[in-house]
């Protein structure tokens, strides 16, 4: 969370928006993200309906779900996915920001 606050903007300059989903429910995720100021959607998801559809792992000797991160299109299209292996497996900033300027660019070459 940490690294998304930290480059927040850079994902605002590319027209994307970030929502984090977790599995706690309405209480819970709203006190998380006011004490952590955090800038970004935060979407509570406690029966995992949403986290089963992105295909989520569950890996309980690793204490839990497993990071996964999602890019999807304005046509809501999801154009990349990851799915981490521990907790610490999670695409740099760069890959995600790269990734997203070449769906601008595509785009870009649509609409012209």
């Known amino acids: ?12 300059d590319r027209d994307a928006e970030v929502i ?14 006011k004490e952590h100021d955090l800038p970004f959607i935060g979407l ?15 890996k309980i000797f690793k204490f839990g779900r497993m990071p996964a991160q999602v890019i999807v299109d304005r046509q809501g299209l999801a154009r990349f996915v990851h799915y981490g292996d521990s907790m610490s497996d999670i695409p740099q900033t760069k890959e995600m920001l790269e990734i997203l300027d070449q769906l601008n660019q ?3 070459a649509v609409i012209d």
């Open 44 to 58: 509570p998801n406690p029966n995992h309906s949403v986290l089963k559809l992105y295909g989520q792992q569950i």
């Open 106 to 108: 595509v785009n870009e």
């Open 20 to 33: 984090v989903v977790g599995p706690e429910g309405a209480d819970q995720f709203r006190a998380f993200w």
């Open 1 to 12: 969370m940490a690294q998304l606050r930290r480059d927040y903007q850079k994902y605002k």
